[in-house]
Antibody, heavy 122, light 107 residues
Framework: EVQLLESGGGLVQPGGSLRLSCAAS????????MTWVRQAPGTGLEWVST????????YYADSVKGRFTISRDNSKNTLYLQMNSLRTEDTAVYSC???????????????WGQGTTVTVSS | DIQMTQSPSSVSASVGDRVTITCRAS??????LAWYQQKPGKAPKLLIY???SLQSGVPSRFSGSGSGADFTLTITSLQPEDFATYYC?????????FGGGTKVEIK
């Protein structure tokens, strides 16, 4: 069964850091682009970042560029999101998602994790 | 960045109704559009990709159409399990932006 399981969320003060992980199973992890999407309480979906299967190419939303870093360890089938300089507006449920067709992000995301909650508050 | 505008933001409908949701891109995106369904507390589910291709396992009462900047998601004969929030997402270029969502509620 194809599965994604996020971890690493929690409560952090403004300016702090957190690293999220997404453990993948049931598919050839290195063959697919992976994405982080977040959803603040009571709001819609916001794309955060995407990384290619090899990890060579990364893309970020303007709202997180320079503060967040996406990476992956294909030997461990794990996706990461390093979040630095956190702001209250980064409070959200963060979910990882798998690209539905190989390296291309153009065909949508067909498998999603249940998400991990990040709360930025003093 | 490409902005995605969905309408309506909410719609009330009854079981058996036909529901249409529209999504407009701020610039042409060819057919690079996906639709997702999200139920409360659950992960989004991919329904449609490349504007009109039905994801495997999705019931045929869901259909997508459009190209360029204007797109439509249609649900024919709404079922109880279809009450949810629907999002479009442009997959043409980064940043991959979502629409604001359309909540389909029970009338």
């Amino acid at each position: 069964e194809v599965q994604l399981l996020e971890s690493g969320g929690g409560l952090v003060q403004p300016g702090g850091s957190l690293r999220l992980s997404c453990a993948a199973s049931g598919f050839t992890f290195s063959s697919f682009a992976m994405t982080w999407v977040r959803q603040a309480p009571g709001t819609g979906l916001e794309w955060v970042s995407t990384i290619s299967g090899s990890g060579d190419s990364t893309y970020y939303a303007d709202s997180v560029k320079g503060r967040f870093t996406i990476s992956r360890d294909n030997s461990k089938n794990t996706l990461y999101l390093q979040m630095n300089s956190l702001r209250t507006e980064d409070t959200a449920v963060y979910s990882c998602a798998k690209g539905s067709v190989g390296e291309s992000p153009s065909y949508g995301m067909d498998v999603w994790g249940q998400g991990t909650t990040v709360t930025v508050s003093s | 960045d490409i902005q995605m505008t969905q309408s309506p933001s909410s719609v009330s409908a009854s079981v058996g109704d036909r529901v249409t949701i529209t999504c407009r891109a701020s610039q042409g995106i060819s057919s690079w559009l996906a639709w997702y369904q999200q139920k409360p507390g659950k992960a989004p589910k991919l329904l449609i990709y490349t504007a009109s291709s039905l994801q495997s396992g999705v019931p045929s009462r869901f259909s997508g159409s459009g190209s360029g900047a204007d797109f439509t998601l249609t649900i024919t004969s709404l079922q109880p399990e279809d009450f949810a929030t629907y999002y479009c997402q442009q997959t043409n270029s980064f940043p991959l932006t979502f629409g604001g969502g359309t909540k389909v509620e029970i009338k």
